[in-house]
């Protein structure tokens, strides 16, 4: 399973990943989950990966080889976001069509960034190959095992939250992801975007022994059983 | 859909649900979705359901008339809650097997309680008849769209969690369920039932415009945006 976060705020953008893979509870590994490609004063795209490994493996393959050959349609050509979008979806099509039509290989993906001359965007591309953008009203967008981390993100993410805010509340989203899936699972990366930099912000590596995820973690908990017990008590209930 | 938990704990047994029901998203209704049924002295159960609506009525109503005629099994004549969860998964096949094999007509069920001489226990009935019961290590369980309440249920829910406590949990793991998915909704029914007393306990009854039901939704919200702002920032991670 996975967790993957992409906010989309006024200041930019923040990017969210947990790194544990696995086929069966028995055959577990670790795998990078957030990729970066980046034309420097061009363009710069962060994509998020989840599903069958084989096929995401392949996706990100094929998108560094069509960037590595001269004349080919790429990342670099695309003149906007959701033609991105759409060249990834038909490259995932094209994967999972090799393996068959079973639903088994399978992927989403989350893709943001900025081309020079536009604004930031971000979308999520379904296993189907189509996408949806994010909006004012549905500022981040989820792949994975979504449902545990999306009450913190209601909450917390608005259009003028600061990139900081949303990076620590994808983080805060990610936790509470992990202490209910036991297949979600760190290292965890997270990646800021600021508007118009067109080269990329602040990238975080947090691996499972990281002091500050333990913070988080603890502090958070604590945080909420307090805010629990602070709660006005049901013997105030009068209807 | 539906979201319900029962919680077991050393103090005795908390059931809460939500009332909404929906075929399609155009199609909405209300219906009661906790059930007592109490023979003084001698037993209370309290039945949670989940799925398809006319399997649901089905199965509650196959109860009632049981309990109903003399002579015959019902939830009054059994001798453990493992065999009245036995009973009411083979009431459920029943009834989904009147309506075809579609996964359509499935439904789940939390049955709770108390038999005179014997100790309250609480299980989780699946759509295909068998049961899983509460233990020490996973003293809650739940039915329906599950997910986005279970945090808060992990955090709080332990075995000497006094019965008032895991109540109000029970209705913020609520609150957070009606904020992330329109298609669960108040009223939210909430009982509680005291270990030993083969009587019911409290029973709550909380209307969409219940006062309580406001002041927990918008005290949880500030107390969860306030603890947020207090985390370690991000500024702060060395690895």
């Known amino acids: 399973m ?4 992409g906010i989309k705020v006024n200041g930019g953008l923040v990017f969210c990943s947990d790194s544990r ?3 069966g509870i028995d055959q577990g590994g670790l795998s990078k989950k957030l990729f970066t490609f980046h034309q420097p004063g061009a363009c710069i795209y962060y994509l998020l990966v989840s599903g069958n490994l084989a096929t995401t493996q392949a996706v990100v393959s094929r998108i560094e080889s069509d960037l590595a050959m001269a004349d080919t349609q790429s990342l670099f050509t695309m003149n906007s ?15 999972q069509g090799k393996a068959g039509s079973s639903s088994m290989f399978q992927a989403s993906f989350i893709l943001g960034g900025q081309i020079s001359g536009q604004s930031p965007d971000l979308v999520m591309i379904y296993p189907e190959g ?3 953008a994010a909006t004012e009203l549905m500022p981040f967008l989820q792949i994975g095992e979504s449902k545990y981390g999306k009450p913190i993100l ?3 993410i608005k259009l003028d939250t600061n990139l900081e805010t949303c990076a620590l509340c994808a ?3 990610m936790d509470s992801t992990l202490k209910s899936n036991l297949s979600v699972g760190p290292p965890i990366d997270l990646a800021i975007y600021h508007s118009g930099a067109l080269q990329p912000g602040e990238a975080y590596h ?8 333990r913070e988080i ?3 958070w908990n604590q945080k909420m059983i307090d805010s629990f017990l602070q709660l006005p008590p049901l013997s105030s209930v009068v209807n």
């Open 2 to 5: 996975t967790y993957c976060v």
């Open 21 to 23: 893979t696995n086929s």
């Open 81 to 95: 976001i959701r033609n991105a979008a759409d060249y990834i979806g038909q490259l995932s099509l094209a994967e």
């Open 130 to 132: 189509n996408a949806i």
């Open 154 to 156: 209601d909450r917390i």
């Open 171 to 173: 983080l805060v989203s």
């Open 206 to 213: 947090l691996p499972e022994d990281s002091a500050y995820l």
């Open 217 to 219: 973690h603890d502090s």
